[in-house]
Structures are given as structure tokens and as C-alpha cells.
């Protein structure tokens, strides 16, 4: 599974769109990119995930540039319920059973 | 519907006791999977299991031994407890072809 990239920390206004990014330059063809979140001292809970168009759910959106080698996922009203870490997670979808989660980006909603 | 269930929930070993984590998930799912929290740390796998009867080594292997008993359970065995292995144990599921990955609600285990 491709590596992938996150910052560390961000910080976001009440409200406001939450932009997290994601880098995975080696990411090959039949990889998606997927997203968790894991609120404090509970397990991960799954986002979105994509191939190479973007994607859109009730949660988030996911925005994949066009040579995939990036992402980025919008929370586009965030609350305070959204602090969180955020994981980004590449892989195919099928055959590569071992799932790797990298340090996240630690995600702080502030009021 | 329970999901991933993970026993015990809290857990207090001293150093060279043994223990067994166990996790079982009613989805009917084929992969399972451990993974270790540390605090203020991300997730590092320990072992995983793509079906009955099979198991791999993950990131994080060393102290650890697994039990793929039956489709629905994926035990995680300490056979002799060390400091370092204190953390919050997580156990997941996945079907062949899903998009999804349950985690069940984590097991804090201390070692003293």
C-alpha cells in the first residue's frame, strides 16, 4: 500500500470548512484513498473514500487531483464534535488485506 | 446488531503475565485485524487475519500471538506482559469487498 502524508495539526473555526490534505505520491492505479477519523478514545470511524473522481457524502467531500497523487477532504461546516483525528489511508480494494494507518492529522475545532 | 465486540474493556496485568484479548464481530466478515494505540500515537497493526484459518504479521508482531478460531473470533494473546506493551488494543473487521473497516470499542490494558 502507497504511503501517505498528513500534517500533524491543524486548527479550524466553528462553521467554517475544514480542509485536510493528504499527499500519496506513490499511489498506483487500483488504489483508492480512503478516510477515517478516530474522536478521543474511540476506534476510527469510516469517511469517505475515492478513486479518481471527487466524492461527496452526508460527512465530508473528497477531493482528488487529477494525477491522484493528492487529496483533500472537506468537513464543509464543522462543528465542535468534529475534533478529531483524521487518517488517510491508501489502498486497493481488493487483495491487500493489511491496513496501515499513518499519525493522522490532528483536526481541532474551535468554537 | 453488535458489531465488533472486544472483551475485556480494562485490564491491569503485572510484567510476565499472560493474557488473551478476545474480539468477535456477527458481520460475517472475512478480514480481521489488531491494532495498538499508544497515547497521542496513531494506529500500529499487530497482526491481521484475511480469513479463517490464515494470519499475518503486521508492523508490530514482536511479544504478540494471534488465533484465527473461527470466522467470527480473532484472539490476541500476551504470553508474557511487558511495560511497553500498555496501550488500548483495537480489533477490526472488514468483508472481501467492502469499502468499510468496524472497530470494536478498544481494550485498555496496563502493564505494571
Not at chain 1, 478521543?40 to 457524502?57: A, R, V
Not at chain 2, 504478540?64 to 467470527?72: A, I, P
Amino acid at each position: 500500500d502507497a504511503k501517505t502524508t498528513q500534517p500533524p495539526s491543524m486548527d479550524c473555526a466553528e462553521g467554517r470548512a475544514a480542509n485536510l490534505p493528504c499527499n500519496h505520491s506513490t499511489i498506483s492505479g487500483n488504489e483508492y484513498v480512503y478516510w477515517y477519523r478516530q474522536i478521543h478514545s474511540q476506534g476510527p470511524q469510516y469517511i469517505i473514500h475515492g478513486l479518481k473522481n471527487n466524492e461527496t457524502n452526508e460527512m465530508a467531500s473528497l477531493i482528488i487531483t487529477e494525477d491522484r497523487k493528492s487529496s483533500t477532504l472537506i468537513l464543509p461546516h464543522a462543528t465542535l464534535r468534529d475534533t478529531a483525528v483524521y487518517y488517510c489511508i491508501v489502498r486497493g480494494i481488493q487483495g491487500a488485506q493489511k491496513l496501515v494507518f499513518g499519525q493522522g492529522t490532528r483536526l481541532t475545532i474551535n468554537p | 446488531n453488535a458489531g465488533v465486540t472486544q472483551t475485556p474493556k480494562f485490564q491491569v496485568l503485572k510484567t510476565g503475565q499472560s493474557m488473551t484479548l478476545q474480539c468477535a464481530q456477527d458481520m460475517n466478515h472475512n478480514s480481521m485485524y489488531w491494532y495498538r494505540q499508544d497515547p497521542g500515537m496513531g494506529l500500529r497493526l499487530i497482526y491481521y487475519s484475511a480469513s479463517e484459518g490464515t494470519t499475518d504479521k503486521g508492523e508490530v508482531p514482536n511479544g504478540y500471538n494471534v488465533s484465527r478460531l473461527n470466522k467470527r473470533e480473532f484472539s490476541l494473546r500476551l504470553e508474557s506482559a511487558a511495560p511497553s506493551q500498555t496501550s488500548v488494543y483495537f480489533c477490526a473487521s472488514r468483508d472481501r469487498y467492502g469499502n468499510t473497516i468496524y472497530f470494536g470499542e478498544g481494550s485498555w490494558l496496563t502493564v505494571v
